[in-house]
């Protein structure tokens, strides 16, 4: 059986946009909305022209999304700014996130901080995480693990998922906080009630290996199940190694393989490595060489459990 691997990795992503979010981000801001058809963006480009900063917004998302528009972060970045100047919060915390994934502007860590942290002044809940992401990481502002958690706490107590997802997992380490599995889980409960797959996978992953709960197979595969279908690539490639090892399933090489792949188009690298284990393995096995392929097989990575997780 393969060692499990649990550290944080940190996934840089962007801004709250709902038509980027799967289904399961059931906390988005009812305003982030893309134009539904080219007749839409016309109106839209010309209330944006006389000065409407909702309009605006929307413009900008039209454009970072391409959706009713050419995609075009130029442009984006352009009204977005023109909002955020304006004062709408979920505007100032897209172009912070423009500045933060350099998209349209130059990459600027502090200029993503500034908008991030003026949002967030207004109790905007992406924001918020935002900024609280960027203590965890040390990205614009000095690295502080209490601030971070302090942010996260602002954006968690309304109800938003990635930001209880990262309280969780600043508790399952121990970062900022007294390390508390249990508190952890509660957390990451809490995120996988609104069907937040990053939150899904955790849950699936603390019952897996028993952390913060007694080991649970079932509880575990029920929560990989949803998160993978929702297209989570964490959770489809430890979905493809319980089918692969037979962990809370009969073992399946024809599901694991499918899982793996999935995971793999979504480039994620574990999966990339553990789909050609599998196939090496699943060849030799049907050419009589088992015990050649078994040690193959042994050598591929199930899935790292923590991901820090900005909001998008």
């Known amino acids: ?17 709902s038509f980027a979010q799967s289904s399961s981000n059931r906390s988005q801001a009812s305003f982030d909305q893309r ?14 022209g006389a000065g409407d900063p909702v309009a605006q917004f929307r413009l900008g998302l039209a454009y970072e999304a391409g959706a009713g528009a050419e995609r075009n972060y130029e ?11 304006h004062g709408i919060p979920a505007a100032q915390n897209n172009l912070g996130s423009m500045y933060a994934r350099g998209l349209g502007l130059p990459k600027d860590d502090k200029e993503a901080a500034k908008w991030y ?10 924001a918020e995480n935002n900024v609280g992401f960027i203590y965890a990481t040390g990205r614009g502002v000095p690295q502080s693990d209490v601030a971070a958690v302090s942010w996260y706490r602002r954006a968690a107590a309304r109800g938003y998922a990635p930001a209880q997802t990262n309280i969780g997992l600043m508790y ?3 970062r900022g906080v007294i390390e508390d599995p249990k508190q952890a889980l509660d957390w990451f409960n809490k995120a996988a009630k609104q069907e937040y797959a990053p939150a899904e ?39 493809a190694y319980a089918y692969e090892h037979g962990r809370g399933v009969p073992q399946d090489y024809a599901v ?32 009589g060489m088992a015990s050649e392929a ?11 459990g923590k991901a820090f997780t900005d909001s998008q």
């Open 1 to 17: 059986m393969r060692a499990v691997a649990l550290h944080f990795v940190c996934i840089l992503l962007g801004i709250i946009l």
């Open 172 to 174: 399952s380490t121990g």
């Open 35 to 48: 134009p539904k058809a080219s007749s839409d963006l016309s109106e839209l480009l010309g209330k944006a």
């Open 256 to 287: 694991a393989e499918k899982w793996y792949a999935a995971a793999a188009e979504r480039g994620l690298p574990e999966a990339e490595h553990n789909i050609r284990v599998l196939r090496t393995f699943v060849q030799k096995l049907s050419g």
């Open 117 to 126: 942290l003026r949002a967030a002044g207004e109790r905007h809940p992406a």
């Open 75 to 85: 442009e984006a970045a352009h009204w977005y700014r023109m909002a955020a100047e």
């Open 294 to 304: 078994e040690t193959l097989t042994g050598t591929g990575t199930p899935t790292k």
């Open 201 to 239: 996978f955790q849950v699936g992953m603390m019952y897996f290996h028993g952390v913060g709960t007694e080991t649970d197979l079932s509880a575990a595969l029920k929560w990989l199940r949803k998160a993978s279908e929702q297209g989570y690539s964490p959770a489809q490639n430890q979905l």
